[in-house]
């Protein structure tokens, strides 16, 4: 499985991000997606996943804010982030839950930031 993910950026506190992570290669595999976040010297952090079933799973920080979805036709996962705060800066990276024992697959990470 590889994880194309796109769109962050630098947006003012209060603004909108989309997320979008493509799935490619052994689709079959996964069983949930979702996005985690690092900030510098921070741990990374799970912001949201969803089920193949649609069940969605967020973080309390972004939970109201941030909305998880997902085109299983294309394979493709999104995170809306909205009322953006100075504390959502970090690097968010797309990440694949897999069936069968298999790792977890993580994508490439793309920048937000938020200035206040």
């Known amino acids: 499985v590889q994880l194309q993910a796109s769109g962050g950026g630098l947006v003012q506190a209060g603004g909108s991000l989309r997320l979008s992570c493509v799935a490619s290669g052994s689709i079959v595999s996964i069983k949930a997606m979702g996005w985690y976040r690092q900030a510098p010297e921070r741990q990374r952090e799970l912001v949201a996943t969803v089920t193949n079933e649609g069940s969605t799973n967020y973080a309390d920080s972004v939970r109201g804010r941030f909305t998880i979805s997902r085109d299983n036709a294309k394979n493709t996962v999104f995170l809306q982030m909205n009322s953006l705060k100075s504390e959502d800066t970090a690097i968010y990276y797309c990440?694949?839950?897999?069936?069968?024992?298999?790792?977890?697959?993580w994508g490439q990470g793309t920048q937000v930031t938020v200035s206040s």
């Open positions: 990440n694949a839950e897999r069936r069968w024992g298999m790792s977890q697959m």
